[in-house]
């Protein structure tokens, strides 16, 4: 089954810095890519996704990079805010049969102002 | 436009008692539905999903239990919980495999 590995496990940073969070998949037929935002004490919120036929996506201050060929896709977060903080969690879902999501373990991002 | 609803938002249970969440999804029709759980500071671990009424497919093997009676409505349940049972609940929905999930609010469940 597909096997995904986040790092950092741990980011701290300083307001206005960026803030990159990498992934790596096994599965080379996985095609679709979410990235999730968890605030302290809430659900896990889905803040930007990519599909395999697509290197780049961007929203606002938010990035997200895949490489296929690598097997590896990553989170982009400039100009980053106190808000900010919280875990993040990457996730590939592998285009076969009833295939579930398959996240990582996740990274939580401080942010200090 | 389309909802879940998870309850209760939290929960103490003694050891050894039986369990109930529900969730529910509004504005769609034959979803995928998930249950995950989360340990303090932890992952998420998929514990049962469903692509259908009657359709379960269990993850993990534990003493935990999932039905789907409705369309939209998914239960998890537990005859007798254990301590290891304690964490935070969570129920998914996706319109396919295709898509990303959205989350409920989750039950914060506590097994004394």
């Known amino acids: 089954g597909e096997n995904v590995e986040q790092h950092p496990s741990t980011l701290s940073v300083q307001e206005g810095d960026s803030a990159v969070i990498k992934c790596t998949y096994s599965?080379?037929?996985?095609?679709?890519f979410p990235w999730y935002k968890q605030e302290l004490g809430k659900r896990p919120q889905l803040i930007i996704d990519i599909r395999s036929n697509v290197g780049e996506k961007k929203d606002q201050r938010i990035a997200v990079t895949l490489n296929k060929t690598a097997k590896h896709f990553s989170l982009h977060i400039t100009e980053t805010q106190p808000e900010d903080s919280a875990v993040y969690f990457c996730?590939?879902?592998?285009?076969?049969?009833?295939?579930?999501?398959?996240f990582g373990k996740g990274t939580m991002l401080l942010v200090s102002p | 436009s389309q909802t879940i609803h998870q309850w209760p938002a939290t929960l103490v249970q003694p050891v050894g008692s039986p369990l109930s969440l529900e969730c529910t999804v509004e504005g769609t029709s034959n979803p995928n539905l998930y249950w995950y759980r989360q340990a303090a500071g932890r992952g998420l671990q998929l514990l049962f999903y469903?692509?259908?009424?009657?359709?379960i497919s269990s993850e993990v093997p534990q003493n935990l239990s999932a039905s789907r009676p409705q369309d939209r409505q998914f239960i998890l349940s537990s005859k007798k919980l254990l301590l290891s049972d304690s964490g935070f609940y969570l129920c998914?929905?996706?319109?396919?495999?295709?898509?990303?999930?959205?989350f409920g609010s989750g039950t914060r469940l506590t097994v004394v």
């Open positions: 469903s692509v259908g009424i009657g359709q």
């Open positions: 998914a929905w996706s319109v396919n495999r295709d898509y990303g999930y959205t």
């Open positions: 599965d080379s037929a996985s095609n679709y």
């Open positions: 996730a590939a879902l592998p285009n076969s049969g009833y295939s579930t999501l398959t």
